[in-house]
């Protein structure tokens, strides 16, 4: 059965230079009423390890529990020793998750450098993901790729931000413990149709990210030319209310449930206020409910 979790993406860069605390953020994700929180394994609270315990602790004295862990590794750096450290950060994040009691890791392919051809890329990202995979299975953790479009400290857009890419990506690496995490709007960042990347890779897919954007002005093609260079999201490329958006719910979740989804779906809402966050989480329980009439919300 789905459960619904959600992302602090409206506070996520006050919580990693800890101007903001996650017990803040346990207190305010509380109040949703959902059933988990993912976290982030750059926040500065959970960056210490001495606070790991006391964290998951927190959290699940609320009734509640961390299932993910959103990690953003870059594999696609050309110098063979920097994307060491990438990996061995990634098999620190796992080990982080698995403290907090999370049973899946993000994992990113890297940049889109300027520097390196696809196929060294993607030589990259499959070596460097392919060296996580055995800490990942110890640990009893599934790494999680995202068809992502640009981490918020990056200044370059995914390198598997393009569907081909992802796909070629996800069927070069069939391990069992390597699966997906799906978010439509990014694919809508990339300029194509989410529909058509979840039916390439509906088999995989073993949690979502739930969110819905749109264009405050100017279109899918400014939003390309714009994006590089910059860090982060660019600035008319906005995320709103989940339902409110450009991506059809009904479509996504009938397709789910067709192929057996019953995992983690995180509300990935709030940049402009715990306000829409609560509109969100109401619209993804009653469509959840829809599609999953079991479904308990917490």
């Known amino acids: 059965m789905p459960k619904l979790a ?9 919580l990693v230079a800890g101007q903001m605390s996650i017990y803040e953020w346990i207190k305010l994700g509380n109040e949703l009423n959902v059933d988990g929180l993912e976290f982030y394994n750059d926040f500065a609270d959970v960056k210490d390890e001495k606070n790991w315990a006391q964290i998951r602790k927190a959290v699940e004295d ?33 080990e982080m998750s698995a403290a907090l009691g999370a049973k899946y890791c993000r994992v990113l392919s890297g940049q889109r450098r300027k520097d390196i051809t696809r196929e060294e890329g993607m030589n990259y990202v499959v070596d460097s993901i392919n060296a996580c995979i055995p800490a990942a299975e110890s640990l ?24 081909d890419v992802f796909v070629e990506l996800v069927n070069r690496i069939p391990s069992p413990t390597f699966a997906v995490n799906f978010d439509p709007s990014n694919a809508i960042a990339a300029g194509e149709e989410p529909l058509e990347l979840l039916e390439k890779v509906k088999h995989r897919v073993v949690t979502m990210h739930a969110s819905d954007r749109y264009l ?62 609560h509109e969100s989480a109401d619209f993804l329980r009653e469509k959840i409910k829809k599609y999953w009439p079991n479904y308990q919300p917490r």
């Open 140 to 163: 009893g953790i599934t790494l999680i790729i995202e068809n992502h479009y640009k981490d918020d400290f990056w200044t370059e857009p995914e390198f598997a931000q393009m569907m």
């Open 62 to 94: 609320t009734g509640m529990v961390i299932p993910m862990m959103c990690a953003s590794p870059d594999f696609t750096i050309p110098d063979a020793q920097l994307r060491k450290k990438e990996i061995e950060k990634e098999i620190w994040s796992l």
């Open 6 to 14: 959600a992302f602090p993406k409206g506070f996520i860069k006050q």
């Open 216 to 277: 405050a002005n100017g279109t899918i093609e400014d939003l390309r030319k714009a994006e590089g260079g910059t860090a982060g999201y660019v600035s008319f490329f906005k995320h709103g209310v989940i339902g409110k958006g450009l991506n059809d719910y009904d479509a996504i979740f009938s397709t789910l449930k067709a192929v057996g989804f019953d995992s983690w779906i995180s509300i990935e809402d709030g940049v402009d206020g715990m306000d829409q966050m």
